[in-house]
């Protein structure tokens, strides 16, 4: 079956634009995460939906950064002003279970550099 | 600040001996922690999980130990198969499941 993807796969942009980053979860998964993994660091969490609202923005590291979630399935993660300490691989994840809990399946990432 | 910490960026172990993989947190209210695997230009992929009321939980040749009043964890793989190489992160979350902290990884190499 399908598993969650992630549009672009990459994205070169120059500093100061806006990227708007997609994900496709696992269909009928009622959670899903967006994290990023800059060079050398581990998985940074930045925001996590459940359905439609989002729970916990707390990650998002600063207010260029916003994500929504629409009937409970795509989301897109925004990025207005790109910085280059945004570069990063943007991974996506989603969950079957409603809490949040157990495995997370990951897509395949959408590798950010800014210029 | 780093709630999950994995101190071993990189490890080497010839193929059939055993890997030892360590995670150590700092937040006692962490009570569920996940191991995953990752592929170069792959997302991770999730290898074994274990809840705080457990301190072992096994998955074929993976094994992952929990010792929550040192607040560590390992994975350990039996016999390690070149397969196997790839980048292990470890994962916390709390009993809201709201949010899992990630470590920084592991770079295991199996050497054939």
């Known amino acids: 079956g399908a598993g969650v993807s992630q549009s672009p796969s990459n994205k070169v942009t120059e500093k100061g634009k806006d990227v708007e980053l997609r994900c496709d979860p696992i269909?009928?998964?009622?959670?899903l995460y967006w994290y990023r993994q800059s060079l050398g660091q581990g998985l940074e969490f930045l925001i996590y939906?459940?359905?439609?609202?989002?729970?916990?923005k707390s990650g998002l590291p600063s207010d260029r950064f916003s994500a929504e979630r629409t009937g409970g399935s795509v989301s897109t993660l925004t990025i207005q002003r790109t910085q280059q300490e945004d570069s990063a691989v943007y991974l996506c994840?989603?969950?079957?279970?409603?809490?949040?809990?157990?495995?997370?399946?990951f897509g395949p990432g959408t590798r950010l550099t800014v210029l | 600040d780093q709630q999950v910490k994995q101190n071993s960026p990189s490890l080497s172990v010839q193929e059939g001996r055993i890997s030892i993989l360590n995670c150590d947190y700092t937040?006692?209210?962490?009570?569920?922690f996940l191991w995953y695997k990752k592929y170069p230009a792959e997302g991770p992929t999730f290898l074994i999980s274990?809840?705080?009321?457990?301190d072992k939980n096994e998955d074929g040749r993976f094994t992952v130990f929990l010792n929550k009043s040192a607040k560590h964890l390992s994975l350990h793989i039996v016999p390690s198969q070149p397969g196997d190489s790839a980048v292990y992160f470890c994962?916390?979350?709390?009993?809201?499941?709201?949010?899992?902290?990630f470590g920084t990884g592991t770079s295991l190499t199996v050497i054939p």
């Open positions: 274990i809840s705080s009321i457990k």
């Open positions: 937040n006692s209210m962490f009570d569920y």
């Open positions: 994840a989603s969950s079957p279970l409603g809490q949040g809990m157990g495995e997370q399946f």
């Open positions: 939906f459940q359905g439609n609202s989002a729970p916990d």
């Open positions: 994962a916390a979350s709390d009993n809201t499941g709201n949010q899992f902290y």
């Open positions: 269909s009928g998964h009622t959670a």
